[in-house]
């Protein structure tokens, strides 16, 4: 594949930064990649593995002749990055950011961008429970999701190239409306992690009770629930003060069916527990069906893994 961009700054320095770098570089897809991370600590780290071609001790510096930025930090910390950066961006650059949240970082970082640059969010369906300079690697995109959100009158020239370079980081690419991707990303995952996160924390005050039984027999379900509830901390945070609308919306929703199934357990109306679990576990049918998961059990885990 080509250079689809000469110079690419990515301020922050974590799990999807240095995932970017390493997809860029296998592909060959930037010219020169230049980073900055907040804490001098982080960035050492970056320098020493040799995260991105050249880390600088300011964002402007990063950002200086840059023809795409990618904003790789909290959604909290966006607007104030954008700030940071306006100063040193290129006439012509595209801003770009990889948070998980759309509407709020739109609002938060438009109005600092300078006129002349292009800003094309977008948002990257891969992660993983691990953060920082050491978490990223090359595959985390491949075969995964990128949406992006256009703004209402984007240069398409802009956003066809950014759509060029998350193919060939190897995300498949869609375009979506910024309010529509905040409902459904709280639909597939910021609920679902929120649940997880209650679930692992009533887990461990059983524990309390039951000593290690919690982690002893942990492998069945309840091993997935301690995994997405291991995610970053400050990321997830940030998440739901930033969607909160959305996944206030279907925690609601979530709550009133968890109530209609509490009651049928207590009034043992087996059937509503019957046609409801039929019911989902045709939608798992349907993911295996459009190839979006393993039909193998446990998803394709070895055994005792
Ligand atoms: P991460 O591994 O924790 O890295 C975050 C980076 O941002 C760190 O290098 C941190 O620097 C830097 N940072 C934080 N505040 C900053 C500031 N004010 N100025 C400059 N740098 C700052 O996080 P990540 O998982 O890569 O997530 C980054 C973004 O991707 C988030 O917006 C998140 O919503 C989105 N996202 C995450 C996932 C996922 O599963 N992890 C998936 C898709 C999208 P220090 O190390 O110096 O603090």
């Known amino acids: 594949m080509s250079v689809i961009y000469d110079r690419v700054a990515l301020i922050g320095l974590g799990l999807i930064a240095g995932s970017m770098a390493m997809a860029m570089r296998r592909a060959g897809l930037a010219g020169e990649i230049t980073g900055y991370a907040r804490s001098a600590e982080t960035r050492d780290v970056a320098r020493q593995i040799g995260l991105v071609d050249r880390v600088c001790d300011t964002a402007v510096e990063a950002v200086e002749g840059a023809d795409l930025v990618v904003l790789c930090v909290p959604v909290g910390a966006m607007g104030a990055v954008a700030a940071e950066i306006a100063p040193g961006l290129k006439p012509g650059a595209t801003v770009s950011d990889v948070g998980s949240v759309k509407r709020a970082v739109i609002e938060a970082v438009a109005p600092h961008l300078p006129d002349g640059v292009h800003f094309v969010p977008a948002h990257p369906l891969a992660g993983t429970e691990h953060s920082g300079p050491n978490s990223g690697f090359a595959e985390l995109f491949d075969g995964k999701w990128c949406v992006i959100v256009p703004q209402d009158g984007a240069d398409r020239a802009a956003v066809e190239r950014l759509d060029a370079l998350w193919q060939g980081i190897g995300a498949q690419t869609d375009e979506m ?81 968890l109530f209609a199934l509490q009651r049928a357990i207590r009034t043992g109306d087996g059937d509503h527990l019957h046609a409801y679990f039929t019911r989902t576990r045709a939608i798992r049918r349907g993911i295996i069906e459009a190839g979006q998961d393993t039909d193998a059990p446990d998803f394709g885990r070895k055994k005792g893994a």
């Open 177 to 257: 409306d910024a309010d529509h991707h905040d409902l459904v990303l709280a639909v597939t995952s910021h609920a679902p992690h929120l649940i997880a996160y209650t679930m692992v924390g009533v887990a461990d005050d059983l524990g309390r009770v039951t000593d290690s039984e919690v982690i002893k027999y942990s492998a069945a379900g309840f091993r997935d629930f301690t995994r997405i509830a291991a995610s970053d901390p400050t990321m997830w945070r940030d998440v739901f003060l930033n969607n909160r609308d959305a996944t206030l919306e279907i925690l609601g929703r979530f709550t009133e069916e």
